[in-house]
């Protein structure tokens, strides 16, 4: 059973200019997660989708981020514009179930914003 | 609210040494306490996890107790080998109402090189 992709693995883009990361789940798992690691810091959870709605968008940072789930199968995370700071790696996850279920991550995307 | 704090590293070993990452967390009521690798090149993957106090997790020759009294969950292991060089992060998952308990607290992650 193949586990979660991410695509691209490494992108680097100027200042200002947009990028898309995409996230394919395990496919049958319903909740699919999004959380980010910026250079020394933390992994920190940005938004959790059950299928095709956003049950929990509290970490997102700010809106220039925005999360799409059309379909309820592969989900998108559009930064636009981007800045310096979005920096990082982004990891999915997914889980067939949400609150006690294992989360199974993806190789993350690394994100350079010059 | 929630937060982990681990030993930062760079931790640098000899093969069969002996290997100690230490984790601290605080949360409030009774979390479940995770410790997750990422070999290079690879995802996030479930190392073990233990979800009450006392218990012990354990894979892969690594062990971690969790102890309520000094909210701890270090990470151990007795003899490292080069296949475990990584990075390893603790984390946490709350209980609190609301259903929110799907979210994991990390701590920044600790790189391990083992060299032969």
């Known amino acids: 059973e193949a586990g979660v992709t991410q695509f691209p693995s490494h992108s680097v883009i100027e200042k200002g200019q947009t990028v898309t990361l995409r996230c394919d789940p395990i496919?049958?798992?319903?909740?699919l997660y999004w959380y980010r690691r910026v250079m020394g810091k933390e992994i920190k959870f940005l938004l959790h989708?059950?299928?095709?709605?956003?049950?929990?968008e509290s970490g997102m940072p700010n809106n220039r981020f925005l999360a799409e789930r059309t379909g309820g199968t592969y989900s998108t995370l559009k930064v636009q514009p981007a800045e310096l700071e979005d920096s990082g790696v982004y990891f999915c996850?997914?889980?067939?179930?949400?609150?006690?279920?294992?989360?199974?991550f993806g190789p993350g995307t690394r994100l350079t914003v010059l | 609210g929630n937060s982990v704090t681990q030993m930062e590293g760079p931790v640098t070993l000899s093969e069969e040494a002996f290997l100690t990452i230490n984790c601290t967390y605080t949360?409030?009521?009774?979390?479940?306490l995770f410790w997750y690798v990422q070999y290079p090149g690879e995802g996030l993957q479930l190392l073990l996890k233990?979800?009450?106090?006392?218990d012990k997790g354990s894979n892969k020759g690594f062990e971690a107790t969790y102890r309520k009294e000094t909210t701890s969950f270090h990470l151990e292991k007795g003899s490292v080998q080069v296949s475990d060089s990584a990075v390893y992060f603790c984390?946490?998952?709350?209980?609190?109402?609301?259903?929110?308990?799907?979210?994991?607290?990390f701590g920044k992650g600790t790189l391990l090189t083992v060299n032969p």
């Open positions: 996850a997914s889980s067939l179930r949400g609150g006690w279920d294992e989360q199974f």
């Open positions: 496919s049958g798992h319903d909740n």
């Open positions: 989708f059950v299928k095709e709605s956003k049950q929990d």
């Open positions: 949360a409030t009521g009774y979390p479940s």
């Open positions: 233990a979800t009450k106090a006392d």
């Open positions: 984390a946490l998952r709350g209980t609190n109402s609301g259903g929110s308990n799907y979210k994991l607290t």
